[in-house]
C-alpha cells in the first residue's frame, strides 16, 4: 500500500503552488510487487467461489468472520482489477463496500474493525465517493485511536484539506501524523506538506523549519540527492525549490545562516542561486554562490560553486565581473594550492578541465589588454603582460602534456619579450625550440630568442662581448637546430660576422664554412659576406692561400659596382702578394713572381698592383726570366708615369735586352719612352623597338639602319643598347660587312665596360664574346701573316699582330665568363704555339752553308722555345681548371693540345682492352661478365662529359666487383692524375696496374717515372 499511499502527496513544486493537490479520487490503484513465486494458477473467481462455500460450511464463529473478511478483501481486489484494467462494469466497488459494511454492522466488537474502517475508505475512495471515504477515515480515527492506520488515515484527510486550501486545517492533520513518529511510513512526506501548508500561510520561517526536517531525514547523514529513490528525490528537490522562494522573500543567505549549518547546506545555496538565476537576478545569483565560498572555502562542493558565479555572470553578461571570478577559481583551485591537494582525483579532473579553459582565456585576455596599451599606457601594459606570462607559466607547469603547451609556451616568451623581460623571454622561447623541436612554432620561438640577444646587446652600446657571445651561441645553435629554416642561413651569417668582429678567428672560419657549404646553396647575399669573413679570418691568422680562395669565391659573386668589391679585391691582392713575399723571402724567385703577377691580376687597379708588379718583374729578372720581366717593367710605365720608380724602368728595360741581345727591342723601348696610349670612345645606344620589327621581318637593311640609329642616340637603359649593338654585330656578320662588324664588337665591349654598376651577367658575356671574336679575327691574320725575309722586317708584324690577339683574348678572359675564359685561355696558348710554329717554319736564307743554316736553326729554336712553354703554360692552366670543376670544349683542347706538346706527360688513354694477368701464363683476366667493362665504358663517357666525380664512382664500383681488374686501375690512375690531381691515388693505380700485368705496358712505367720524379714525397710513402 506505501506506494499508493506516496503517490497521495504532491509531486512537484508547480503542481504545488498551482494545483490542488490529488484526492483520494484521484489515486491509482496500489500495484503489489511480483510475487517470488508463481501463484496457484486459479482465477480470482474460482478462489471467491472456494470461500463462499467455505463460508456457509463453516459453523464457527471467529473463522466465519475471517472467511467472510477475506472474502470481501477479494471482492475489493477484484475490483481493483477491473479498475486497473479499463473494465467499467457494475457494481464496480459497491460489493466490496456493501461487505465491508455488513461486517462492521454484524460484528460491532472484531478487533480487526480498524483494518476493516481503513478498507472500506479506500473503497468509497476508488469508488469515486470521496466524502464517505473522508467520513470513513474520521470515524476510524474515533473509533481506533491506537490504530496502525491512523497515521495514514491522518495523512489521507490533510491531504484533502490541503487540496481543498484549508491550509491551517491541513497543517494541524500533518501535525498530527509527525506526532505518530518517524516509523510512520508517512513520516518524511507529513514533514513535506507540514511545510507547504505553513508556506500557503506565509509562516515562512515555520516552513523553513518544516522543510529542513523534511530534508534532515531524507538526505540522512549525507546521503547524496541522486542516490535516493525517484520519488524522494523529487521530494527533495520540491523542498529545496520551495526553501530557496522562502529565502528570497526573507533575507536570502543570511536566512539561510538562520537556519544551521546542515550538512546539505551546499544545497540550499545551490537552490537559492539557482532561483535568482532563473529569475535573471544575475548578479544575486552569484552573490549567493561567493556568499557560500566565503563560508565554506574548504568544501568539497567550492569548486562547484565558483563554476557557478562564473556561469551566473556569463548569464549576464558581465564581462569584468566574467574575468574576476575566472581568475579567483584559477587562484583558488589551481594545482598546487591547499583545495587541490585535498580534492579527490574526479574532483581534480573535473577542476582542471576547467582550468584548461580558463587559464589560456585568462592569458589572452591580459595578452591582448597589453598590447592595446602598449603604446598608450606601457606602465598598465607591463602589468598586464606580467600577469598573462603568470598564466602562460602555470598552464605550462599544470598540464604539460597537453596539445596547447607549444602555443602557449610561445605567447608566453612573447608576452616576455613585449614587457621587456628579455632574459625571461629568452629562456621561455628556448624551453619551447629546443624541448619541443617538432612543435610547429619551435623554429619561429628559437629565432625570437634570438631577437631578444639582440634587445639586450642594444640596451648598452657597446654590448659587452659576454652578451655577444650568448647571441651568438643562440645563432649557431638555431642553424644547427633549425638548417632548413629560411632565417637559419642569415642567422648563421650574422654569427660568423661577430666572431669575426670578436677576432675569434678560428670559430669565424667555422661558422662562415658551415654556411658557404650547405645545400643547396644560401643566396649571393649572405654567402659574400661569409667568404669575406673566412678571408679576413684567413688572413688575420697568416694562413694567405686559405684567404685567397675565401676572397676569390666572394669576389666571384659579387657585383661589379657593389661596395665591398674595392676592399674585399685589395685584400685578396693582399694575401696574394703575401704568398709571393714569403717566397721571395725563401729564395723561390719563380714562385714569387707569380704570386706577384696574380696580385696584379687580382687588384688591376690598387697600390697593391703597383708594389706586386715592380716586385714581379725584380723576381723574374732574379729567375732569369728577363723577358717577362721587360713586359712587366713597360706595363708599369705605361700604368704609372708618374710613379717614382717609374722613372728608372727605362733604363732597366734596356738593360735587360742588352743581357737578351734585343737590340732592336732596346732601341724601340727608347721610343716607347716617348709614346701614349688612347681610351676607348663611349658607345651609344639604340632604337631598339623598331629595328626589332624590322629584323622580325627580315628588313635587314633597315633592321640595320635602325639598330645603328638606336645604338647612336639611345645609350639607355644598358640591356637594350647591348642587345642593338650584338644584333648589329651578327646582322654584319651576315652581309658580310667585316669592318662594320668589327667596329660594333669594339663598342659591345665598351658599353660593356663604361656601364659601371649598370654591368650584367648579360653585358659580360656579349664583351667577352665579343673580345673573344675580336681575338679569333686578329689571331687569323696573326696566323696569315708569314714569316719571310727579311724576318726583321717580318717579325715586328707578326709580333704586332699577334699582340693584338693576345690584347683581344687577354681582354676577354678579364670579363670572368667562364664560358670565354676558357676560350681565351686556350686561344692564347695557340697565339705563343702559332708563333713558335712560326718562327720554326719561317723562311730560311739561301746563301748559308750547312754550318751556318744549323746555326741559324738553333737561334730560331732558342726564339721559339719561350713561346712554346708559354703555350704549354697557358693549357695546362686551362686544363687545371678541370680540377676546379669547370670542363667544357676548351679544357678538352687544351688536354689535346697538351698531350701534343707534352705527350709524356698528357697523352694518356683509357681503354678497355683485356690484360693478361701477370703469372697466368697469357690468360686472359675474367671480369664479373659485362658488369666492369660497361662500368668503364660509363666512367669513360663521364669524364668525357666532365662529370669526373661520378666517372670516380664508376670506376671504384667496377674495382668493387673486381679488385684486380687492370684496366680498371690504368683508367682511374688516369682520372686520378690529369683530371682531379690526386697524384698519389693516380701513382697507386697504375702501380696496381703494371703489378697485375706484369708490367706489360711501358708507356705506364713511364707514367710512373714521371709521377715520382714531380712527387717523390708521394713515391716514398707508396714504395
Same mark, same amino acid.
Given at each position: 500500500?506505501?506506494?499508493?499511499?506516496?503517490?497521495?502527496?504532491?509531486?512537484?513544486?508547480?503542481?504545488?503552488?498551482?494545483?490542488?493537490?490529488?484526492?483520494?479520487?484521484?489515486?491509482?490503484?496500489?500495484?503489489?510487487?511480483?510475487?517470488?513465486?508463481?501463484?496457484?494458477?486459479?482465477?480470482?473467481?474460482?478462489?471467491?467461489?472456494?470461500?463462499?462455500?467455505?463460508?456457509?460450511?463453516?459453523?464457527?464463529?471467529?473463522?466465519?468472520?475471517?472467511?467472510?473478511? $477475506?472474502?470481501?478483501?477479494?471482492?475489493?481486489?477484484?475490483?481493483?482489477?477491473?479498475?486497473?484494467?479499463?473494465?467499467?462494469?457494475?457494481?464496480?466497488?459497491?460489493?466490496?463496500?456493501?461487505?465491508?459494511? *455488513?461486517?462492521?454492522?454484524?460484528?460491532?466488537?472484531?478487533?480487526?474493525?480498524?483494518?476493516?474502517?481503513?478498507?472500506?475508505?479506500?473503497?468509497?475512495?476508488?469508488?469515486?465517493?470521496?466524502?464517505?471515504?473522508?467520513?470513513?477515515?474520521?470515524?476510524?480515527?474515533?473509533?481506533?485511536?491506537?490504530?496502525?492506520?491512523?497515521?495514514?488515515?491522518?495523512?489521507?484527510?490533510?491531504?484533502?484539506?490541503?487540496?481543498?486550501?484549508?491550509?491551517?486545517?491541513?497543517?494541524?492533520?500533518?501535525?498530527?501524523?509527525?506526532?505518530?513518529?518517524?516509523?510512520?511510513?508517512?513520516?518524511?512526506?507529513?514533514?513535506?506538506?507540514?511545510?507547504?501548508?505553513?508556506?500557503?500561510?506565509?509562516?515562512?520561517?515555520?516552513?523553513?523549519?518544516?522543510?529542513?526536517?523534511?530534508?534532515?531525514?531524507?538526505?540522512?547523514?549525507?546521503?547524496?540527492?541522486?542516490?535516493?529513490?525517484?520519488?524522494?528525490?523529487?521530494?527533495?528537490?520540491?523542498?529545496?525549490?520551495?526553501?530557496?522562494?522562502?529565502?528570497?522573500?526573507?533575507?536570502?543567505?543570511?536566512?539561510?545562516?538562520?537556519?544551521?549549518?546542515?550538512?546539505?547546506?551546499?544545497?540550499?545555496?545551490?537552490?537559492?542561486?539557482?532561483?535568482?538565476?532563473?529569475?535573471?537576478?544575475?548578479?544575486?545569483?552569484?552573490?549567493?554562490?561567493?556568499?557560500?565560498?566565503?563560508?565554506?572555502?574548504?568544501?568539497?562542493?567550492?569548486?562547484?560553486?565558483?563554476?557557478?558565479?562564473?556561469?551566473?555572470?556569463?548569464?549576464?553578461?558581465?564581462?569584468?565581473?566574467?574575468?574576476?571570478?575566472?581568475?579567483?577559481?584559477?587562484?583558488?583551485?589551481?594545482?598546487?594550492?591547499?583545495?587541490?591537494?585535498?580534492?579527490?582525483?574526479?574532483?581534480?579532473?573535473?577542476?582542471?578541465?576547467?582550468?584548461?579553459?580558463?587559464?589560456?582565456?585568462?592569458?589572452?585576455?591580459?595578452?591582448?589588454?597589453?598590447?592595446?596599451?602598449?603604446?598608450?599606457?606601457?606602465?598598465?601594459?607591463?602589468?598586464?603582460?606580467?600577469?598573462?606570462?603568470?598564466?602562460?607559466?602555470?598552464?605550462?607547469?599544470?598540464?604539460?602534456?597537453?596539445?596547447?603547451?607549444?602555443?602557449?609556451?610561445?605567447?608566453?616568451?612573447?608576452?616576455?619579450?613585449?614587457?621587456?623581460?628579455?632574459?625571461?623571454?629568452?629562456?621561455?622561447?628556448?624551453?619551447?625550440?629546443?624541448?619541443?623541436?617538432?612543435?610547429?612554432?619551435?623554429?619561429?620561438?628559437?629565432?625570437?630568442?634570438?631577437?631578444?640577444?639582440?634587445?639586450?646587446?642594444?640596451?648598452?652600446?657597446?654590448?659587452?662581448?659576454?652578451?655577444?657571445?650568448?647571441?651568438?651561441?643562440?645563432?649557431?645553435?638555431?642553424?644547427?637546430?633549425?638548417?632548413?629554416?629560411?632565417?637559419?642561413?642569415?642567422?648563421?651569417?650574422?654569427?660568423?660576422?661577430?666572431?669575426?668582429?670578436?677576432?675569434?678567428?678560428?670559430?669565424?672560419?667555422?661558422?662562415?664554412?658551415?654556411?658557404?657549404?650547405?645545400?643547396?646553396?644560401?643566396?649571393?647575399?649572405?654567402?659574400?659576406?661569409? #667568404?669575406?669573413?673566412?678571408?679576413?679570418?684567413?688572413?688575420?691568422?697568416?694562413?694567405?692561400?686559405?684567404?685567397?680562395?675565401?676572397?676569390?669565391?666572394?669576389?666571384?659573386?659579387?657585383?661589379?659596382?657593389?661596395?665591398?668589391?674595392?676592399?674585399?679585391?685589395?685584400?685578396?691582392?693582399?694575401?696574394?702578394?703575401?704568398?709571393?713575399?714569403?717566397?721571395?723571402?725563401?729564395?723561390?724567385?719563380?714562385?714569387?713572381?707569380?704570386?706577384?703577377?696574380?696580385?696584379?691580376?687580382?687588384?688591376?687597379?690598387?697600390?697593391?698592383?703597383?708594389?706586386?708588379?715592380?716586385?714581379?718583374?725584380?723576381?723574374?729578372?732574379?729567375?732569369?726570366?728577363?723577358?717577362?720581366?721587360?713586359?712587366?717593367?713597360?706595363?708599369?710605365?705605361? $700604368?704609372?708615369?708618374?710613379?717614382?720608380?717609374?722613372?728608372?724602368?727605362?733604363?732597366?728595360?734596356?738593360?735587360?735586352?742588352?743581357?737578351?741581345?734585343? #737590340?732592336?727591342?732596346?732601341?724601340?723601348?727608347?721610343?716607347?719612352?716617348?709614346?701614349?696610349?688612347?681610351?676607348?670612345?663611349?658607345?651609344?645606344?639604340?632604337?631598339?623597338?623598331?629595328?626589332?620589327?624590322?629584323?622580325?621581318?627580315?628588313?635587314?637593311?633597315?633592321?640595320?639602319?635602325?639598330?645603328?640609329?638606336?645604338?647612336?642616340?639611345?645609350?639607355?637603359?644598358?640591356?637594350?643598347?647591348?642587345?642593338?649593338?650584338?644584333?648589329?654585330?651578327?646582322?654584319?656578320?651576315?652581309?658580310?660587312?667585316?669592318?662594320?662588324?668589327?667596329?660594333?664588337?669594339?663598342?659591345?665591349?665598351?658599353?660593356?665596360?663604361?656601364?659601371?654598376?649598370?654591368?650584367?651577367?648579360?653585358?659580360?658575356?656579349?664583351?667577352?664574346?665579343?673580345?673573344?671574336?675580336?681575338?679569333?679575327?686578329?689571331?687569323?691574320?696573326?696566323?696569315?701573316?708569314?714569316?719571310?725575309?727579311?724576318?726583321?722586317?717580318?717579325?715586328?708584324?707578326?709580333?704586332?699582330?699577334?699582340? $693584338?690577339?693576345?690584347?683581344?683574348?687577354?681582354?676577354?678572359?678579364?670579363?670572368?665568363?667562364?664560358?670565354?675564359?676558357?676560350?681565351?685561355?686556350?686561344?692564347?696558348?695557340?697565339?705563343?704555339?702559332?708563333?713558335?710554329?712560326?718562327?720554326?717554319?719561317?723562311?730560311?736564307?739561301?746563301?748559308?752553308?750547312?754550318?751556318?743554316?744549323?746555326?741559324?736553326?738553333?737561334?730560331?729554336?732558342?726564339? *721559339?722555345?719561350?713561346?712554346?712553354?708559354?703555350?704549354?703554360?697557358?693549357?695546362?692552366?686551362?686544363?687545371?681548371?678541370?680540377?676546379?670543376?669547370?670542363?667544357?670544349? #676548351?679544357?678538352?683542347?687544351?688536354?689535346?693540345?697538351?698531350?701534343?706538346?707534352?705527350?709524356?706527360?698528357?697523352?694518356?688513354?683509357?681503354?678497355?682492352?683485356?690484360?693478361?694477368? *701477370?703469372?697466368?701464363?697469357?690468360?686472359?683476366?675474367?671480369?664479373?661478365?659485362?658488369?666492369?667493362?660497361?662500368?668503364?665504358?660509363?666512367?669513360?663517357?663521364?669524364?668525357?662529359?666532365?662529370?669526373?666525380?661520378?666517372?670516380?664512382?664508376?670506376?671504384?664500383?667496377?674495382?668493387?666487383?673486381?679488385?684486380?681488374?687492370?684496366?680498371?686501375?690504368?683508367?682511374?690512375?688516369?682520372?686520378?692524375?690529369?683530371?682531379?690531381?690526386?697524384?698519389?691515388?693516380?701513382?697507386?693505380?697504375?702501380?696496381?696496374?703494371?703489378?697485375?700485368?706484369?708490367?706489360?705496358?711501358?708507356?705506364?712505367?713511364?707514367?710512373?717515372?714521371?709521377?715520382?720524379?714531380?712527387?717523390?714525397?708521394?713515391?716514398?710513402?707508396?714504395?
Amino acid at each position: 500500500m506505501l506506494p499508493l499511499l506516496l503517490l497521495c502527496g504532491c509531486s512537484g513544486l508547480d503542481r504545488l503552488l498551482d494545483e490542488p493537490a490529488p484526492t483520494l479520487a484521484e489515486l491509482p490503484v496500489a500495484q503489489l510487487p511480483p510475487p517470488a513465486t508463481p501463484p496457484p494458477r486459479l482465477a480470482r473467481a474460482e478462489v471467491a467461489a472456494l470461500y463462499r462455500q467455505a463460508l456457509a460450511q463453516q459453523q464457527d464463529a471467529p473463522t466465519r468472520l475471517r472467511t467472510a473478511h $477475506r472474502l470481501a478483501d477479494l471482492q475489493m481486489m477484484a475490483a481493483e482489477e477491473r479498475l486497473a484494467s479499463g473494465v467499467q462494469q457494475d457494481p464496480g466497488f459497491q460489493a466490496a463496500i456493501d461487505a465491508y459494511r *455488513a461486517l462492521l454492522r454484524d460484528n460491532p466488537g472484531y478487533a480487526g474493525r480498524d483494518r476493516i474502517l481503513y478498507q472500506l475508505s479506500r473503497a468509497y475512495a476508488l469508488d469515486g465517493q470521496l466524502a464517505l471515504s473522508q467520513a470513513t477515515l474520521r470515524r476510524l480515527g474515533a473509533e481506533a485511536p491506537d490504530s496502525p492506520y491512523l497515521a495514514e488515515a491522518a495523512f489521507r484527510l490533510a491531504e484533502r484539506e490541503f487540496a481543498e486550501s484549508h491550509y491551517a486545517a491541513a497543517e494541524r492533520l500533518y501535525t498530527q501524523v509527525i506526532a505518530q513518529g518517524v516509523d510512520t511510513p508517512f513520516h518524511t512526506r507529513a514533514l513535506y506538506m507540514q511545510g507547504w501548508s505553513r508556506f500557503k500561510q506565509d509562516h515562512y520561517a515555520e516552513a523553513i523549519d518544516a522543510f529542513c526536517a523534511s530534508l534532515d531525514e531524507s538526505l540522512g547523514a549525507g546521503q547524496p540527492v541522486a542516490a535516493l529513490p525517484r520519488a524522494e528525490q523529487e521530494l527533495v528537490r520540491d523542498s529545496l525549490r520551495v526553501l530557496a522562494i522562502v529565502f528570497s522573500k526573507l533575507q536570502g543567505t543570511r536566512s539561510i545562516a538562520s537556519a544551521g549549518s546542515p550538512h546539505y547546506e551546499y544545497l540550499l545555496y545551490e537552490a537559492l542561486g539557482e532561483l535568482y538565476l532563473a529569475q535573471e537576478r544575475y548578479q544575486d545569483s552569484a552573490a549567493t554562490y561567493r556568499a557560500f565560498l566565503a563560508g565554506n572555502p574548504a568544501s568539497p562542493h567550492a569548486h562547484r560553486f565558483a563554476l557557478r558565479v562564473i556561469q551566473a555572470y556569463q548569464a549576464g553578461g558581465f564581462e569584468d565581473m566574467i574575468v574576476s571570478a575566472k581568475a579567483g577559481y584559477v587562484e583558488r583551485f589551481q594545482p598546487g594550492s591547499d583545495y587541490w591537494r585535498r580534492s579527490e582525483a574526479q574532483a581534480r579532473q573535473t577542476i582542471a578541465g576547467h582550468l584548461r579553459d580558463y587559464v589560456p582565456q585568462l592569458a589572452s585576455h591580459h595578452h591582448a589588454l597589453a598590447q592595446a596599451q602598449r603604446d598608450a599606457a606601457p606602465r598598465q601594459a607591463a602589468q598586464h603582460y606580467a600577469r598573462a606570462a603568470a598564466y602562460y607559466r602555470l598552464y605550462l607547469d599544470s598540464f604539460p602534456d597537453d596539445p596547447q603547451v607549444p602555443q602557449l609556451a610561445f605567447l608566453l616568451g612573447e608576452s616576455l619579450y613585449e614587457s621587456g623581460d628579455y632574459p625571461a623571454a629568452i629562456d621561455a622561447y628556448d624551453w619551447l625550440a629546443y624541448s619541443l623541436p617538432d612543435a610547429p612554432r619551435a623554429a619561429d620561438a628559437a629565432y625570437t630568442a634570438i631577437l631578444a640577444h639582440a634587445q639586450l646587446e642594444a640596451a648598452q652600446d657597446p654590448a659587452p662581448a659576454a652578451l655577444q657571445r650568448r647571441r651568438i651561441a643562440a645563432e649557431l645553435r638555431f642553424q644547427a637546430n633549425f638548417p632548413g629554416d629560411e632565417r637559419a642561413n642569415e642567422v648563421l651569417a650574422h654569427a660568423a660576422n661577430q666572431l669575426l668582429q670578436l677576432a675569434d678567428y678560428p670559430a669565424a672560419v667555422a661558422a662562415a664554412s658551415t654556411l658557404v657549404g650547405l645545400s643547396p646553396a644560401p643566396r649571393a647575399e649572405l654567402r659574400i659576406p661569409a #667568404w669575406l669573413v673566412m678571408g679576413h679570418s684567413y688572413f688575420a691568422l697568416e694562413d694567405y692561400l686559405q684567404a685567397e680562395i675565401a676572397y676569390r669565391e666572394g669576389l666571384a659573386l659579387l657585383a661589379a659596382a657593389d661596395t665591398r668589391r674595392e676592399a674585399a679585391t685589395q685584400r685578396l691582392a693582399a694575401a696574394i702578394y703575401r704568398q709571393g713575399e714569403a717566397d721571395a723571402a725563401a729564395g723561390r724567385h719563380d714562385s714569387a713572381a707569380a704570386h706577384f703577377r696574380r696580385a696584379m691580376v687580382a687588384a688591376p687597379a690598387s697600390r697593391v698592383r703597383m708594389s706586386a708588379q715592380y716586385d714581379a718583374a725584380t723576381a723574374l729578372m732574379q729567375a732569369g726570366e728577363l723577358q717577362q720581366a721587360n713586359t712587366l717593367l713597360q706595363d708599369f710605365r705605361r $700604368r704609372y708615369p708618374q710613379h717614382e720608380l717609374t722613372a728608372g724602368i727605362g733604363a732597366t728595360l734596356v738593360q735587360n735586352y742588352e743581357a737578351l741581345q734585343d #737590340w732592336q727591342s732596346a732601341a724601340g723601348e727608347l721610343d716607347t719612352l716617348r709614346a701614349g696610349q688612347d681610351d676607348p670612345d663611349a658607345a651609344r645606344r639604340y632604337l631598339l623597338g623598331a629595328a626589332r620589327y624590322y629584323d622580325a621581318a627580315g628588313d635587314t637593311d633597315r633592321a640595320i639602319a635602325r639598330y645603328r640609329s638606336y645604338a647612336h642616340d639611345w645609350p639607355q637603359p644598358l640591356d637594350d643598347n647591348l642587345e642593338a649593338v650584338h644584333r648589329l654585330t651578327e646582322l654584319y656578320a651576315a652581309s658580310g660587312a667585316s669592318d662594320k662588324r668589327r667596329y660594333w664588337l669594339e663598342r659591345t665591349m665598351a658599353i660593356h665596360d663604361e656601364a659601371g654598376a649598370a654591368q650584367s651577367g648579360r653585358s659580360a658575356y656579349l664583351a667577352a664574346q665579343a673580345a673573344s671574336l675580336l681575338g679569333d679575327e686578329r689571331f687569323d691574320a696573326f696566323r696569315r701573316e708569314r714569316l719571310t725575309l727579311p724576318l726583321a722586317r717580318t717579325l715586328p708584324r707578326k709580333q704586332a699582330t699577334m699582340q $693584338r690577339a693576345l690584347d683581344a683574348y687577354k681582354r676577354c678572359s678579364g670579363y670572368g665568363v667562364d664560358q670565354f675564359i676558357t676560350l681565351c685561355t686556350f686561344r692564347l696558348g695557340e697565339v705563343y704555339r702559332q708563333l713558335a710554329t712560326d718562327l720554326l717554319q719561317s723562311q730560311r736564307p739561301q746563301d748559308l752553308d750547312a754550318l751556318a743554316l744549323e746555326q741559324y736553326d738553333l737561334l730560331l729554336e732558342e726564339q *721559339a722555345y719561350p713561346f712554346e712553354e708559354m703555350a704549354i703554360e697557358l693549357h695546362e692552366s686551362n686544363a687545371l681548371r678541370a680540377r676546379q670543376g669547370l670542363y667544357d670544349e #676548351w679544357v678538352a683542347r687544351s688536354f689535346a693540345v697538351l698531350g701534343e706538346l707534352l705527350p709524356a706527360r698528357y697523352a694518356r688513354h683509357e681503354n678497355t682492352e683485356h690484360y693478361a694477368l *701477370a703469372g697466368s701464363a697469357g690468360r686472359q683476366h675474367d671480369t664479373a661478365s659485362g658488369q666492369v667493362w660497361e662500368l668503364n665504358r660509363q666512367a669513360i663517357a663521364l669524364r668525357h662529359a666532365g662529370e669526373f666525380p661520378a666517372a670516380e664512382q664508376a670506376y671504384l664500383a667496377a674495382l668493387t666487383a673486381d679488385a684486380d681488374h687492370p684496366a680498371t686501375h690504368r683508367n682511374l690512375g688516369i682520372l686520378y692524375d690529369l683530371y682531379l690531381g690526386v697524384p698519389g691515388r693516380a701513382l697507386h693505380h697504375y702501380v696496381r696496374f703494371q703489378t697485375l700485368t706484369g708490367g706489360s705496358e711501358r708507356n705506364v712505367g713511364g707514367w710512373i717515372a714521371d709521377l715520382e720524379r714531380r712527387h717523390a714525397s708521394i713515391a716514398r710513402e707508396i714504395h
